[in-house]
């Protein structure tokens, strides 16, 4: 998802240099405790774990006019143990009209926006079962990306879009809203009134008219898809296209914009080109890649992002991390459409590890700024990051109770991969590691667990407490220094809350650093640089430094 600005006034002076002293983080922020809402929604509750999704059949019909919504999901899944209940979700001002097995009308259950269906015998381990989800009701508009909104575009058009990331796909249509389980694909009708166009994601199979002033589009996606990238995009759109080899690649506008977005989309090509030569194929070729214009910033919807960031560079016109290369490419275009490869291939199985999702993406921006710009481009990208980032609570929240990270998880999830390579210390060699994690876990839902012995295996180090400190603490480390002029000495080490941290990090002089490893016991160093002109490679390393 497309992160909220934040006031860069505000990140950098609670950030200025020295106004904290280093590695004491600020007061610590405790999450609020987990509502029951939270719990229905974010715990894998035995309900869920019951069983394994196959596909989505979800066929709907809007009324702009009544901003109203009604149709079903056929919902396929296999049973992996026998049980007689499943849980399932749609918000709860949406109507259940009747929830089918077969010919049978099953009964269930709401709670807030759990909606738990029980059948009248146990359903078998290894059985395949398909039941059909009959709901209505007006959905709402809600949440930082609208949820499922009713607009007219500038010239008072109808312009209803979705984007549900965080509030969850169940507030326009019932699914088991989270993350672990996904669909092995789905279809997707869309009935509308004749007037307009549906673009949704994966490809168009069929168009009928109706006969009674609506027509439906067939979506088919071939891949497995998130709940909350399930995406209609209704508005009059104007289409253009291109190719990347055998890839299609489709464009949707206002009418009135068209060539603004024939001139702003086509940083699309050479940012797939660069994604693939760095990450590994475009993941949903099949449902070939689009880009559609929508009211608000912009999301990842698979084979379908979304983009809202006024046809110009830097986001939302602005230099995003302030250094003088935002406004060198279409942040949103670059940073949602990075989401394919980090967040819909590869995703995260729990909010909780959600930086899987962003973290990477706001990483692979860097990759692309060094594609395009070069690598001192790119360093100064990442660096850039730094002042938006709070270290006040750890990347990684808690479990099972639908908490989603702060916004740490974009800037510091990038400037920790980037200090990742910087301890890897070998540009070829992290190349081949950003290739290789990217094709084990691409089409993967995982956990930071699964990241961590990714890295640990490929490259036979203990990198497990970096991680952690990074992730798991709120916390960056630093590098205490004693100088002792006398004897043309400094005693270093770490202070870091993981005990057993240890970390390489190149020190001395700019132009000819010496690569030291620190632990967080003395070691000592006979250096003839000045307490003064010692310096830290904090740019390539997120580190603090504290000079003694
Ligand atoms: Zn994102």
Known sequence: MRLKPLSHLICLVLLAPGALAPAQAPPQQAPPAPSRADILRGEYSSWRANNDLLSYDLDIRVDPEKKFISGKNTIRFKMLKDD???QLDLFANLNVDKILLGPTELKYTRELGAVFVDFPA???????????FHYSGSPRETGRFGGFSFRKDPAGRHWITTACQGVGASVWWPNKD???????NMRLHVAIPSALTDVSNGRLVGKTDLGDGYTRYDWAISYPINNYCVSLNIGHYEHFSDKLGDLTMDFYCLPENLEKARRQ?????????????YFGEYPFKRDGYKLIEVPYSGMEHQSAVTYGNHFANGYLERDWT?????????????HESAHEW???????SDISDMWIQEGWATYAECVYVEAMFGKEDALKYVNGYKSKVRNRQPIITTRGVNQTPSQDQYFKG???LNTLRSVIDNDARWRQLLRAYYDRFKYRNILTEDVVAFFNQQTGKNLTPIFDQYLRRAAIPALELRFQESDGSVSYRWKADIKDFAMPVKVGRRADWRLIQPTTEWKTLKTEVKKEDFEVATDLYYVDVIKN
């Not at 989270?178 to 092995?184: A, H, L, M, R, T």
């Not at 090509?269 to 030569?277: L, N, S, T, V």
């Not at 980090?342 to 995260?348: E, P």
């Open 322 to 334: 302030g250094v003088g290369v935002s406004l060198k490419f279409d942040f949103i275009i670059i």
């Open 265 to 277: 989309f086509a940083q699309a090509k050479p940012m797939i080109e660069a994604f693939q030569k």
């Open 122 to 132: 146990p359903l078998k381990k290894n059985s395949i079962q398909s039941i059909e």
């Open 178 to 184: 989270q993350q672990q389980d996904e669909v092995e």
């Open 342 to 348: 980090f967040g819909n291939s590869i995703t995260g």
């Open 84 to 86: 007689t209940r499943i």
């Open 414 to 416: 990038a400037l920790f």
